[in-house]
């Protein structure tokens, strides 16, 4: 119940705790007192909740009270309301952990029960005063912008949806309401975009220059950053080139070493840590980018030859928006709105330029009255510019596990996050041997950087040849059916599934329904396709039915929708309680291998020599 409890696996628990229930009580109280811990500290409210189901009401006090920190230190609001209902007041411990995590919303919860007062005038109350008042400064233009507040001035990117993916989709059923794949992939898949010249046939010329001109205005952006700052100057193939080739990657802490001593004339001085004159601070190389953008486009213009983009890119100026705000944070942060009513439309603050993710600055392009194809409208593209990585010596082997000992050592803000993201696609055994290997650098939380030791996942031969139309039609997937994976899962699924050099392997056009049906039996994905989008809803569907899927058909249901159940197949619905708890564990419990990749990477990176702009950058949803 305990490795159960940690992982999340409800029914997994539930089973075990009613076996115990009827079988052995003190095992049941072991069962519920270590599996509770395990929920607490790994943010598994669910779990947590059914586990409370067993608790007498006498002992419910004392199992919140001995794990009442350990939910704080999950960061998970759901977790502490369970707690905090079951207590009558907080220890002073947990209400100073709580003020070291800065969670506004968690802080809220504890004030009630808090008999210090320590958190007075902390919370989301504090933090909406903070930042009403930093709008005030910045409308008076009163606040000057500097590497230690530039996190504030920015707009914290959410992924924003341009454009209703399925408005169209009924004109693509047939009469039974089915579409085949390969009419589902070519209506909603982006049309190749051409890097060099448009072909005659292009059917996007306008959209190929765009992304063309997008590529040579980040270039320049690039060339001025690294005039302004010298750290940054020839950010290509190795962007943080002017520190000495002996930067070494500590895995167990998680930072950059460096051998030796700097020359005192080297521009990474400044950039290393005070207290440690040999470890480089990640968050200031990464403030210190995202400073260096926001002010070479205060006053940009665009390159003379992107003729296009003089004419008809607008750059927004940030305009602070007192409803786009992240308040469970500290200091307050603006943030891009994911959803803004109504749908599909952003609040104006969302549509400046310049605007923050944990990997580095994104850029929201608008460019106005576009002539496309006699339809003259706006088109909004938007560009990750990770920020730049750090050269190493050491080839990334599948840290995995170091860097789960790190984060279940150190929970910084935002540790689960980041521990969920780590996934199995260890590919260092393909690597070629290197003078060099990159170390990106990303923000978990608004003051901790920690530095990626791993190549970026998506190579040129993952997503290879039709295994890229798999991808595109896995996306599409998720998007009918709502599922909740990330897209660097089903990168990975891929890339575990299938040869990652192409051979023998490849799936054929007319073969991507079985290899769909294979990949939703991954580790990552089982389960994750069974529902509905709340956009088909919306336009009167009710179910989408992949039974024939195998044979390149998807059907979606107007009516008569049933609600979906996991049918275990082969069992007799009498099955005895063993066998429930049997079936539970092997229906969640799954193979664990090690990888060393955190995260789905920019579609743009400056400094990969082999990251190009392809089909599925840019965007098979036709973002």
Known sequence: STIASKKGWTEVVEAVLRYYDREDKDLLLLAVTRGFEAACEFGNDKTARAIMKYVDLSKQNKLCQDNIKFAVVSDNPKLVEILIENLTEVDEATVKEALRRKNGEIIEMLKAKDKTSILTGHG??????????????????????????IMTLIVKDREIEYKDTFADIRNILDTENTVSIQDLVNNLKAPKIHLEICKKDCKRPVICQIIREVLKVQQDLLAKMGKREKIFKGATAWPVGSIVEDTRFDEENQE????????????????????????????????????????????????????LSREKLKLNKFEPCEKCIDLNTFPPQFVDLKTFPPRFVRCRCSKDTLATSKLGPVLHFTFTDVDMDGKVEDFQLDMDFVCSMVPVLEKPI?????????????????????????????????????????????????????????????????????????????????????ADVKSFRIKSAIAGSFSLQGVGHTPTMDALGPAAVTLMTHQYLRGKFDGISKNLVDKGFRKVDLSSLENGKIKLEDEGATQLHFVMAGVDSDAGHDEEMRMAMAMSMENQDSLSVSENPGSLLPGNRSQKISEQDCKADKS
Request: aromatic share 8%; proline share 6%; hydrophobic share 30%.
């Open 124 to 149: 989301t109350e504090n933090n909406k005063k903070e930042i009403l008042k930093l709008k005030e400064q910045l409308e008076r233009k009163s606040i000057i912008a500097s590497e230690k507040n």
């Open 256 to 307: 950059l070493i460096l051998k030796g001593k700097l020359h005192p004339d080297n521009p990474f001085n400044k950039f290393m840590k005070e207290q440690n004159r040999n470890t480089l601070d990640t968050d200031k190389v990464f403030n210190c980018f995202i400073y260096n953008l926001y002010k070479v486009l205060e006053d940009y213009e665009v390159p003379p030859e992107c003729i």
């Open 398 to 482: 599948g840290g995995l596990e170091k860097r789960k000992r790190f984060l279940e050592r150190c929970k910084p803000v935002g540790w689960l996050d980041e521990l969920s993201k780590l996934t199995d696609c260890d590919r260092s055994s393909l690597l070629p041997t290197r003078p060099l290997y990159l170390c990106r650098l990303k923000k978990i939380n608004p003051w901790t950087v920690l530095p990626n030791n791993n190549e970026p996942f998506l190579q040129e031969d993952t997503l290879q040849g039709t295994k890229k139309l798999l991808y595109i039609f896995m996306k599409i997937l998720k998007e009918l059916t709502g």
